[in-house]
């Protein structure tokens, strides 16, 4: 008698038989044996406890929270509100496309990259500062005003920077007065910036359509805010595949998957009802 | 206080709000981190980072779905990037070299030590899997959503991870010559 492999054994934990499985189940001892302790080894993974915390575990994320300044009794709350309130997609597609327009702008810029450099400095307000290797720092008043390019994925803050002619960027302890803009590189760059302006309206125009017609106070029917629902998660799980630790995004992309969901499950209920 | 009402808090900065969320979700958290990751000091790592990317995003975070969720997904993330990101260690995929294998019959202490090293010498991608299903009870469509693979995929690697993790605690079957083998 052949015996079920180990495969359909394990198939058999949690999904139904196939007739002739059921039926070499019931008339061996040997099979439903391997059977039932492969039950109790699946039931025991699901009965595991949780492992004890490292020590100092707590101690170690504080410093790491404190050193980025993210835990501090005296921060003042942030306030949401302005034309996105109580419009959670809307928020949604805003805030992915600030995400994703770093991405937007390397690769708009990707054919204008020149030395290897450094940034730092690049949360809202601040200055960015560039490190070209071997040279002296630069720096531009805001972080969109540098054309940069990404170097390779992940979150490194390495980035490949144009030569230093940008109009934009400044000499930092540098007295000859700012850098000197060489024609045909200052062409590129500003076609560059062009591309890049290009890019971004598209992006947040596609994203913020979406959005809108995703809104359940869009008045659209439901299957075009479905279709509407299937591109913003399409769009989220690209970058979720790119950085798929991110927390803003697995936040709006759980956020869209649940809104398809409960209009799934609305349109289930309608179909039902026509029937 | 609720978890909603602790992120608020939180989001300001507050340390007593943050540090109550992390008693309340971080074992949960370093659990399925530490089981993917195969590693104690890896898993101490991944699961620091995943925590500094949820306090950092706070702000991002709307309530519309569980804290606990959301926070269960990125730690998932997290180890599922860190993994991709690191290189492999070679010679992962060794048999216990434990002959008194136990069966798990029991709810003991040394079967729980058992079941956890097995895991620990299962593939990445078996591991992963069964991780996700068996002990953390994700539905395959969610973890085919997570790995980026479709379900069916996933099923199969359970079913895998599920013969191989058998292979690894039990004795050899009596009816070993007479089945196929799940070693794949």
């Known amino acids: 008698m052949q015996h079920l492999s180990c495969e359909e054994l394990a198939r058999l934990v949690d999904e139904p038989p196939l007739p002739h499985e059921a039926a070499h189940v019931r008339d061996c001892l040997v099979c439903r044996r391997e059977l039932d302790e492969m039950r109790e080894q699946t039931a025991a993974l699901g009965a595991l406890a949780d492992p004890e915390l490292p020590p100092g575990a707590w101690a170690s994320l504080e410093a790491a929270l404190q050193a980025e300044g993210l835990i501090s009794t005296a921060a003042p709350a942030r306030a949401w509100g302005g034309w996105t309130a109580g419009r959670p997609l809307l928020r949604l597609a805003a805030s992915l496309a600030l995400f994703v327009l770093g991405g937007a702008a390397g690769a708009a810029l990707w054919s204008a990259r020149g030395e290897r450099v450094a940034v730092t400095g690049t949360t809202q307000g601040d200055p960015v500062v560039v490190h070209p290797a071997g040279g002296m720092p630069l720096l531009a008043s805001n972080p969109a005003d540098v054309p940069l390019t990404p170097v390779g994925g992940g979150e490194r803050q390495e980035m490949t920077a144009p030569p230093r002619t940008g109009a934009r960027m400044a000499s930092m302890g540098s007295n000859d007065g700012g850098p000197r803009p060489v024609p045909a590189e200052r062409a590129s760059v500003l076609r560059a910036e062009r591309e890049l302006a290009e890019a971004e309206g598209a992006y947040v125009a596609a994203l913020q359509r979406y959005a809108a017609i995703a809104d359940p106070a869009s008045g659209a029917d439901p299957v075009t805010r479905m279709a509407a629902l299937e591109r913003m998660i399409a769009t989220t799980r690209e970058a979720l595949e790119r950085t798929p630790g991110d927390p803003v995004i697995n936040g709006y992309h759980l956020a869209a998957v649940r809104e398809r969901d409960a209009l799934s499950r609305q349109l289930a209920g309608a179909d039902k009802d026509w029937f | ?184």
């Open chain 2, 1 to 184: 206080m609720e978890d909603n009402e602790l992120v608020k808090l939180a989001r300001t900065g507050d340390g007593g709000a943050i540090r109550t969320l992390y008693q309340r979700h971080a074992r949960r958290v370093f659990a399925v981190v530490r089981r993917m990751a195969g590693d104690d000091a890896l898993a101490e790592d991944w699961s620091q980072e995943a925590w500094v990317r949820v306090i950092r995003a706070l702000p991002t975070f709307r309530g519309e779905s569980q804290f606990s969720t959301w926070l269960h997904r990125i730690a998932v993330n997290s180890a599922l990037h860190g993994r991709r990101s690191r290189e492999r260690k070679a010679g992962r995929e060794t048999m216990m070299d434990d002959t008194h294998a136990a069966r798990p019959t029991g709810g003991d202490a040394l079967l729980k030590l058992k079941l956890e090293r097995a895991m620990e010498r299962l593939p990445d991608g078996m591991r992963r899997v069964l991780v996700l299903h068996d002990v953390e009870g994700y539905t395959h469509e969610e973890i085919g959503e997570m790995l980026g693979v479709n379900p069916g995929t996933c099923k199969s690697q359970l079913f895998k991870a599920r013969a191989k993790m058998r292979n690894l605690l039990s004795p050899a079957p009596e009816f070993a010559g007479e089945v196929q083998t799940c070693n794949t």
